[in-house]
């Protein structure tokens, strides 16, 4: 069966603008007047230590949390006054540790991706069934289809979360820790994955602990610390010895290795 065309080959990229943000949570401000771009059509991260807001950035743009103050727009249109449909068919999240839902098939699962584009009570139609297998196979997450999820390791329901995803057709995807429970193997897949989607005409934004996966893979990097963004622009010119070192406390230094630089570190 040839593949679908997708939704993302049809509609442009979206750009996002983040404004002034604050966000708490319960008494604590978790993200501090912050003001980024997320250029259209990249693979951006967002990186820095725990406990430096980078997934309550991305629960926030899925709409799991409101800000306090400040506005983030997507393409020039405030994302708060899109309703949570209108925002489902714009923009995705794969958390880190998505729960499994209970004595769910995993094409059933991947199906659910589909529910922001059907009409309210309706079946699924042949169009979204070959849109959830081809979200399955670009994660090659095919061969799970009628398993259960719930027996999946960790490693697999993330691949099947990543498919769910790509089955609402976003054309802005986020990503939370996507390398969580993989492999090496499956680790480099997704951010090859991620690479493609950009290609095709999507916009990821991923929260990456991995400084070198950062400097490889991305086109973009928004630097958090301690809820304010320290820095932004292309990895290569942001993620120095120098600021890593600041941000992280620790002791970093840049090197080159088979014509790519890496990041190493040692404690202080």
């Given at each position: ?29 978790i993200l501090r ?195 304010h963004v320290v ?38």
């Open positions: 069966m040839p593949r679908p065309e997708s939704a993302e080959a049809h509609r442009a990229a979206a750009e996002v603008s983040i404004a002034e943000l604050r966000v708490s949570i319960g008494e604590a401000e007047s912050i003001a980024a771009q997320v250029p259209a059509g990249t693979v951006s991260a967002v990186v820095g230590p725990n406990g430096s807001g980078k997934s309550t950035l991305l629960r926030m743009l899925v709409g799991a949390l409101e800000p306090d103050a400040g506005a983030v727009l997507l393409d020039g249109r405030e994302l708060r006054s899109l309703s949570r449909r209108a925002r489902a068919r714009e923009l995705a999240l794969v958390e880190q540790d998505s729960a499994a839902p209970v004595a769910l098939d995993v094409l059933d699962v991947v199906l659910l991706g589909r529910t922001p584009h059907r009409v309210t009570w309706g079946s699924d139609s042949a169009e979204d069934v070959a849109i959830a297998e081809d979200a399955l196979t670009r994660t090659g997450a095919e061969h799970l289809a009628t398993r259960d999820i719930a027996t999946l390791s960790g490693g697999e329901r993330q691949k099947v979360h990543l498919a769910r995803a790509l089955a609402q057709t976003p054309r802005l995807l986020l990503l939370d820790e996507p390398t969580n429970h993989l492999d090496v193997a499956a680790q480099l897949d997704v951010l090859h994955l991620a690479e493609q989607l950009a290609a095709s005409g999507m916009t990821v934004l991923a929260a990456l602990h991995d400084l070198n996966h950062a400097l490889r893979y991305c086109d973009h990097v928004v630097v958090l610390d301690r809820g820095a932004t622009g292309p990895p290569g010119q942001v993620l120095t010895a120098e600021l890593v070192s600041r941000v992280y406390g620790v002791r970093a230094q840049r090197v080159e290795a088979g014509g790519r630089d890496l990041l190493l570190f040692d404690r202080e």
